[in-house]
């Protein structure tokens, strides 16, 4: 028994190395996002500050791992055997919790799954021991200040984070406007210095506490002359920084890399704990059960020894940090969380990645009539003059930038300066909940919610905040769960329960790889948005305008022949799994049209009056038409599905070979037309338009054979409706087709 434990301790420490991957990988927004929002330096130099400041923080942490010995349980209560059975339940959901939200792309927080996981377990072994052991209550075996007190943390980092980034950001706004070269001669060493001056406090105040460093010479001093050291580094600061913009050194950029490293330090440094303080508990618990030398065994032996503090040998911190530097730089989940915050925060418009919601549309509405009352309270004069202050049109923003350096400013320097006044006032502010709001009331502020994205970056913000929630309930649930399962089934139940957890993990990673090729089509859209803004002339738009349609046309065309084979084929052969993946490509199509005809939108006023008339109408009706193909293809398939769905009679050997046979004709049809679209040379048009004919008269002579077997009442009425049906939409595909190459051929002009 005792080597299964060390087993069960390894894989603990193994479960730890996965749980420091994902576990960066969302924190990673923490941050990341002001700096890669703004371009502040290039992504290489981010990460490389980045990462510096995560495994300085590893090194730095005193590895006090009291929240994962004693801060949920009281370990004296609990034998040995239980409290690794909670240890492994909490690594165990963790791990499959985080990388789910990871892959969604939702920041969440660490120290949130973390505590409520030990929750979970915990409350599971309590249920247990107060029914077998009516001595024994809730409050002898559980501590749930520290549960109440994270869920006291979100509602005051949601509250004074967003508050706080508005007004920040509206004052720094009207300060510098977003032309901020004119003004920042007059208030940028000032701003600069404080900026500078409030990072330094974070790092002392929140980046030394607990840290290995606590207790020594150094950090007695900290504390003793805190006001003088704030004092001096604001003036200090403030010289500085004025000297480095008389040099032409940017000082918002020197800011922002100085906000990033501090951030990632104390995140590293203060988060540790929620990666590798389970395995620690287990490792130490396991080594207090061997020093006893047999005279205990694990169901007999109290954990007293878990209510005194442990300090982490030096090698896991080292090892810890290691891990966290590697997955920063490598982690793609990583930048798809940040991607979610940029999105969300950016000055430009675009395709929004969230909905619309009932509650966020109320918010719109009671604010902009809220915004119009006070605006018609305000001097003409004074509205005029804070306008100007806010005129975007005169931004200065790096190139694919979210947002400006300024905004970005204040994102790292309001965060690190709240977070270090909650800790200096004892307050639960998250690390994850204060940068991710700040920068929500940064952008409002700004004017970067308009009319037409407030109501779906809303919708975002309040679903990354149900997130925060639903984390908590989940780990909660998931680890109760799973404690109970390892308590009732034992050994068995602990090698399903890692299993599954493996299975997960690897689901997961196929399923992020198919979110990775969407996002792939979505990039190639964006790519030719920014080409066309940065086109010198109206005919070198029309060409990029042109080619860019070519490849959408080509790629339709080839995706619909492709489609419609796999779909026919799976109906006729009663394939209800490959039918299910058709329409779900299908879908997938739809949403990347839909976003290519932004294109079309910003491609016309690239071009000439008189051209963009034209050739905007023609680009406009062959997206319709393309669209037009895939719902088509939608619409034949559905009823396919449905039908094998509810294990309806198959089409007789007759219609089977009849469609089969067309299916043929029309995917190489389709072929032919995506081939001459690709070579653009239209001199077999003609013969194209010919053959579409011919398909559509077949087709309809299919139709009218059907529609004779009804009338002599043989087969299945249901075959013959979704028969019916397949022949329709077959028709409107070559139809719409033929359409879509004759526009193509007006808007390359070939005509």
């Not at 894989?11 to 703004?38: C, E, P, Q, R, T």
């Not at 077959?730 to 719409?736: C, G, L, R, Y």
Request: with cysteine.
């Amino acid at each position: 028994m005792e080597t299964f434990y060390l087993i069960l301790v390894l894989f603990l420490f193994v479960l730890a190395v996965f749980d420091l991957v994902v576990g960066v990988s969302n924190d990673a927004v923490n941050f990341l996002n002001s700096a890669i929002g703004s371009k502040a330096a290039s992504f290489k130099v981010i990460m490389v500050i980045a990462a510096i400041g995560v495994f300085a923080g590893a090194s730095l942490s005193n590895g006090m791992m009291d929240i994962a010995r004693h801060g949920i349980y009281q370990p004296q209560y609990f034998y040995f055997s239980e409290i690794m059975c909670i240890l492994v339940a909490v690594m165990l959901t963790d791990v499959v919790l985080l990388d789910i939200f990871n892959s969604l792309g939702m920041p969440t927080s660490t120290t949130v799954s973390m505590v409520f996981e030990l929750l979970g377990g915990t409350v599971a072994y309590a249920f247990i021991k107060t029914v077998s052991d009516p001595d024994l209550s809730w409050v002898d075996l559980m501590n749930t200040d520290k549960a109440l007190t994270v869920i006291l943390g979100i509602f005051l980092s949601v509250a004074i984070a967003f508050f706080f980034g508005v007004l920040v950001q509206y004052i720094s706004r009207v300060i510098f406007s977003f032309n901020y070269r004119r003004t920042a001669k007059y208030f940028i060493g000032i701003f600069g210095g404080l900026a500078a001056t409030s990072i330094v406090y974070f790092m002392l105040i929140k980046g030394l506490k607990g840290s290995n460093l606590e207790g020594t010479e150094f950090v007695k001093f900290v504390r003793a002359n805190t006001d003088m050291i704030v004092l001096g580094c604001m003036v200090g600061f403030t010289i500085l920084m004025q000297i480095l913009h008389m040099l032409k050194v940017n000082v918002f950029k020197v800011i922002i890399l100085m906000g990033t490293f501090a951030l990632a330090m104390a995140f590293a440094g203060n988060d540790l704990v929620n990666f590798i303080g389970v395995p620690l508990a287990g490792y130490s618990s396991y080594m207090d059960l061997m020093a006893q030398g047999g005279t205990t065994t694990p169901d007999t032996f109290l954990m007293t020894s878990l209510l005194e503090p442990a300090k982490t040998p030096w090698y896991f911190l080292i090892g810890s940090g290691v891990i966290m530097v590697v997955a920063l730089m490598t982690s793609k989940k990583a930048h798809n969380v940040v991607k979610t915050s940029l999105d969300l925060s950016r000055q430009s418009d675009g395709d929004e990645n969230f909905g619309t919601s009932p509650v966020a549309r109320v918010l719109v509405r009671t604010f902009t009539n809220a915004a119009m009352v006070i605006s018609s309270i305000v001097p003409t004069p004074v509205k005029a003059w804070i306008d100007k202050r806010f005129d975007s049109s005169q931004i200065i923003i790096e190139d694919k930038a979210s947002f400006d350096l300024i905004r970005a400013s204040v994102n790292v320097v309001l965060s690190g300066l709240l977070i270090a006044v909650g800790t200096s006032l004892k307050l639960p502010l998250s690390t994850t909940y204060v940068t991710f709001i700040v920068a929500m009331g940064t952008s409002l502020a700004d004017r970067a919610w308009g009319r037409e994205s407030a109501v779906f970056r809303i919708t975002g913000v309040l679903s990354v905040i149900g997130g925060w929630f639903i984390t908590a309930g989940a780990a909660f649930t998931i680890c109760f769960i799973v404690a109970i399962l390892i308590h009732v089934g034992g050994v068995p139940a602990i090698v399903g329960m890692i299993a599954l957890a493996i299975y997960s993990l690897i689901r997961s990673q196929l399923e992020y790889k198919k979110k990775l090729r969407k996002e792939a089509l979505k990039e190639e859209v964006n790519s030719t948005v920014s080409q066309l803004r940065e086109a010198k002339n109206p005919y070198e738009a029309l060409n990029l305008f042109r080619k860019h349609s070519r490849e959408e046309i080509d790629s339709v065309l080839r995706f619909s022949s492709d489609i419609l084979l796999r779909s026919s084929n799976a109906f006729m052969s009663e394939n209800l799994k490959e039918l299910r993946k058709a329409l779900s490509a299908i879908e997938e199509e739809k949403i990347h049209l839909k976003q290519v005809k932004r294109v079309g939108t910003l491609g016309v006023t690239q071009l000439d009056h008189d051209i963009a008339i034209e050739k905007g109408l023609y680009y406009y009706q062959s997206n319709d038409f393309a669209s037009e193909i895939v719902f088509s293809i939608r619409r034949l398939a559905e009823p396919c599905k449905e039908h094998i769905d509810n294990n309806f009679n198959p089409l007789d050997d007759i219609q089977k070979t009849d469609f089969r046979q067309m299916v043929q004709e029309i995917t190489a049809y389709l072929g032919r037309c995506a081939d001459m679209v690709d070579k653009n040379d239209y001199s077999i048009l003609p013969t194209l338009v010919e053959e579409s004919g011919r398909l559509n008269n077949r087709l309809v002579q299919l139709k009218k054979e059907e529609l004779r077997r009804i009338q002599g009442q043989h087969g299945s009425t249901k075959v013959s409706m979704v028969y019916l049906n397949m022949l329709q939409e077959a028709t409107n595909i070559v139809s719409f087709s033929c359409n879509l190459i004759k526009v193509s051929n007006k808007f390359q002009g070939n005509s």
